[in-house]
């Protein structure tokens, strides 16, 4: 019974191996499709990191297998090592390296991810504020909160320059350095879960090595000495993973010093070689901030320092220019770091717009803003209520069905709340055009997303 105990497990273990080569690891919405019966499908982007780390998932068990069996047909058990070891290899690899390089190295698809992330807290921030005002009719659907900080961070700037930094005060900036960010637990796929759980179960029902039908007699030896071998190299792989953020985080300290100094040159030298360590750091606003003030400073009239002085120009008031320099610095031809942060000026701009009841210039901006990035689900979310106010209900089928494909997207148990509303203000409008047929599916959608 233990034996066929063990081969079942090897077995399960086997496929959710084989079943995680297949399957996504990792995949955040970028885009959508429109399908052919009408309705919208969201185009997914996945980091080159998955499809490294499933090369290598498959070169060690595969150099387990002929190792082991070159080894037993020596005479010597050794089939059973190699897999243990191969196991434990992987396991170690999946879930601990390839969320921090995913995050730490992936830059334009972590921070794509963490801002996403960041508009799904933004609006289930809204969501909860506005039951405060049910009582009052339709009070809910007047605006559209600024809840997004104007400052977005993908990953914490470091504030560490020294192991010696690394405390339990810390754990959160430190998990996210790791790579376990709320993007990445937003958006992680049944693929790595499998991988994740086939390599430990293909190492747990390897412990015991049987020869013969009795077990090996130093298997016992060998389960235990695995287990500081393992500590000992999950140890050694976390160091190997902060030592890069180490070492942003000194460069970031020393570009502080050059800056104080009146050393700009030197400063921005000390920010790209923090960006070469950790490139995420390139997304954060205050980066690429930073960068545009030292180039203006030096007298370069750079893409970052001109978005320097589209949100000076926010920032004054003069929002009619600022909106007309971050939708020049929206070209694809822009730096990424760059292009993100004007998409996120103006959304805000246009927000502002909405809110402040200059409805089809609000409408016309949104429209263009989710053009450029279908996924974006606040502007989305703005659309619709613009929609609703301009009484466009084509328009608001389209954006609400496109809406709720990228965000079936999200693992978020609150997206169903944001749905049941969506689904809600569709029925309103339905009401008022008398489409007593659509009605009562939008309500049906509303009570159970």
């Known amino acids: 019974m233990p034996l066929l105990l063990l081969m079942i497990s090897r077995l399960v273990a086997a496929g959710l191996l084989l079943l995680s080569l297949v399957l996504p690891w990792l995949r955040v919405p970028v885009s959508v499709l429109e399908k052919a019966n009408g309705g919208y499908s969201a185009i997914y982007r996945e980091p080159v990191s998955t499809a490294v780390f499933k090369v290598f998932v498959l070169g060690v068990f595969l150099a387990a297998g002929c190792i082991g069996f070159q080894r037993r047909r020596a005479g010597s058990p050794g089939l059973a090592v190699a897999m243990r070891v191969g196991a434990c290899l992987v396991l170690v690899a999946l879930g601990i390296a390839?969320?921090?390089?995913?995050?730490?190295?992936?830059?334009?698809?972590?921070?794509?991810?963490?801002?996403?992330?960041?508009?799904?807290?933004?609006?289930?921030?809204?969501?909860?504020?506005?039951?405060?005002?049910d009582y009052q009719s339709g009070e809910?659907?007047?605006?559209?909160?600024?809840?997004?900080?104007?400052?977005f961070a993908a990953l914490p700037v470091p504030s560490v320059t020294s192991f010696w930094d690394v405390h339990l005060s810390k754990l959160d900036p430190v998990l996210m350095w790791l790579g376990l960010s709320p993007g990445f637990c937003q958006f992680a796929s049944l693929g790595w879960f499998?991988?994740?759980?086939?390599?430990?179960?293909?190492?747990?029902?390897?412990?015991?090595?049987?020869?013969?039908?009795?077990?090996?007699?130093?298997?016992?030896?060998?389960?235990?000495?695995?287990?500081?071998?393992?500590?000992?190299?999950?140890?050694l792989l976390?160091?190997?993973?902060?030592?890069?953020?180490?070492?942003?985080?000194?460069?970031?300290?020393?570009?502080?010093?050059?800056?104080?100094?009146?050393?700009?040159s030197e400063s921005l030298h000390h920010l790209d070689l923090a960006e070469a360590w950790v490139p995420i750091l390139a997304y954060n606003t205050d980066e690429v901030y930073q960068r545009g003030w030292l180039d203006r400073k030096l007298g370069v009239n750079s893409f970052a320092a001109q978005l320097v002085s589209a949100i000076r120009e926010e920032e004054e008031g003069f929002n009619a220019r600022a909106t007309r320099h971050y939708a020049e610095l929206l070209d694809p031809d822009r730096p990424?770091?760059?292009?993100?942060?004007?998409?996120?000026?103006?959304?805000?701009?246009?927000?502002?717009?909405?809110?402040?009841?200059?409805?089809?210039?609000?409408?016309?901006?949104?429209?263009?803003?989710?053009?450029?990035?279908?996924?974006?689900?606040?502007?989305?979310?703005?659309?619709?209520?613009?929609?609703?106010?301009g009484s466009h209900k084509d328009r608001l089928e389209c954006d609400l069905a496109k809406f709720e494909a990228v965000y079936k997207c999200f693992e978020s148990l609150e997206k169903s709340a944001?749905?049941?509303?969506?689904?809600?203000?569709?029925?309103?409008l339905d009401y008022d055009f008398r489409d007593t047929a659509n009605v009562g599916d939008e309500m049906r959608a509303a009570i159970k997303p």
């Open 418 to 428: 944001l749905l049941a509303s969506a689904h809600r203000r569709m029925a309103e």
């Open 98 to 133: 390839y969320p921090a390089l995913t995050i730490q190295r992936c830059a334009a698809f972590s921070a794509h991810a963490e801002w996403l992330q960041a508009q799904n807290a933004s609006l289930i921030s809204e969501a909860v504020t506005a039951q405060e005002y």
């Open 194 to 235: 499998c991988a994740i759980f086939g390599s430990f179960l293909l190492a747990v029902s390897f412990l015991r090595i049987q020869e013969k039908g009795g077990a090996h007699p130093k298997s016992p030896k060998a389960a235990y000495s695995i287990v500081p071998l393992f500590m000992a190299g999950t140890f």
């Open 336 to 389: 990424g770091p760059v292009r993100d942060e004007a998409f996120r000026g103006a959304m805000r701009l246009a927000i502002n717009d909405f809110n402040a009841g200059l409805l089809d210039r609000a409408t016309t901006e949104l429209a263009q803003l989710t053009s450029i990035d279908p996924s974006s689900i606040k502007a989305s979310y703005a659309l619709q209520l613009a929609d609703l106010r």
């Open 238 to 264: 976390y160091l190997l993973i902060m030592a890069p953020v180490i070492m942003a985080g000194r460069e970031l300290a020393e570009a502080r010093t050059a800056v104080a100094n009146g050393s700009f």
């Open 140 to 151: 809910p659907l007047l605006d559209v909160a600024q809840v997004i900080p104007a400052s």
